[in-house]
């Protein structure tokens, strides 16, 4: 009895022994299994990374208008290599609208590859005089380089305050008022009678016009009411063959001075 008993003793510890054994050849191989994914893993995630920069490298530029190539070009290749799913089009948006003659643009990511810039270029409107310093700016008020040939400016604005490469915050109501003008100008086709030269705003109820011919004074008040009425005087003039050196239209009945067009009245 006591010799089955060592036996089963004895099978009992060596089945211990050998489960002891597989869970410990298990833990290993998991162990093993382990080690081998996580390289994997890594592995693939460095070939990975590496595919991405070396497929989504941006290569290609698109900038439109194409004219506008040259502005951007510094900041475009600072991008060149770069991989464009990483690329900030925010940032470079922002970078690109500090350059002066750049108003606004868009940045579109074209994947692979290829990364494209809309670019709207600003406009010169008006030529602008302050103490014999002479520039162009456009309808915001900002001053616009280069200025394409050919250009012709819609008048010349005098004593126009520049400040930051633009007109000066006090000053942008002369360029409002110089809108209202120009319309009421087109509107009533006064291109046919006069050529605003030179507008100056000594304030808005006395704006001087010179124009060539003579000098008109009007005020921003009811001006397209002023300009219906300077039209047909000026309409008038042109079909009796009177000439003139000075229009007041800030009146019911507007001031006309007859003359020659002196040296007081012309564009200065």
């Given at each position: 009895m006591r010799k089955e008993k060592t036996e089963e003793r004895i099978r009992e510890v060596r089945a211990q022994a050998a489960e002891r054994r597989k869970r410990k050849a298990k833990s290993v191989l998991i162990g093993v299994l382990a080690v081998i994914i996580l390289y994997s893993a890594i592995a693939a995630r460095q070939g990975g990374e590496r595919f991405i920069r070396r497929k989504m490298a941006l290569k290609n530029v698109r900038i439109i208008p194409e004219s506008a190539r040259p502005l951007v070009t510094g900041l475009v290749e600072l991008q060149m290599g770069q991989n464009l799913f990483l690329l900030d089009k925010d940032d470079l948006r922002e970078s690109i609208l500090l350059i002066q003659e750049i108003e606004d643009c868009s940045v579109l990511k074209s994947y692979p590859d290829t990364l494209e810039i809309r670019v709207l270029l600003r406009k010169a409107w008006i030529e602008a005089e302050k103490n014999g310093a002479y520039f162009f700016v456009d309808r915001n008020g900002r001053v616009v380089y280069p200025i394409k040939?050919?250009?012709?400016?819609?008048?010349?604005?005098?004593?126009?305050?520049?400040?930051?490469?633009?007109?000066?915050?006090?000053?942008?109501?002369?360029?409002?008022?110089?809108?209202?003008?120009?319309?009421?100008?087109?509107?009533?086709?006064?291109?046919?009678?006069?050529?605003?030269?030179?507008?100056?705003?000594?304030?808005?109820?006395?704006?001087?016009?010179?124009?060539?011919?003579?000098?008109?004074?009007?005020?921003?008040?009811?001006?397209?009411?002023?300009?219906?009425?300077?039209?047909?005087?000026?309409?008038?003039?042109?079909?009796?063959?009177?000439?003139?050196?000075?229009?007041?239209?800030?009146?019911?009945n507007p001031v006309v001075r007859h003359g020659n067009n002196t040296e007081e009245n012309r564009q200065p």
């Open positions: 040939d050919g250009f012709v400016p819609f008048t010349r604005l005098l004593d126009l305050s520049i400040e930051n490469n633009g007109a000066a915050g006090e000053e942008m109501w002369k360029l409002r008022a110089l809108e209202e003008i120009e319309k009421s100008y087109n509107d009533n086709n006064l291109q046919k009678h006069i050529k605003l030269e030179a507008v100056s705003f000594r304030n808005k109820n006395e704006v001087v016009i010179y124009t060539g011919r003579g000098r008109i004074v009007t005020g921003m008040d009811g001006l397209p009411d002023k300009f219906a009425k300077l039209k047909l005087l000026l309409e008038e003039f042109s079909k009796n063959g009177h000439q003139w050196d000075y229009i007041d239209t800030r009146f019911e």
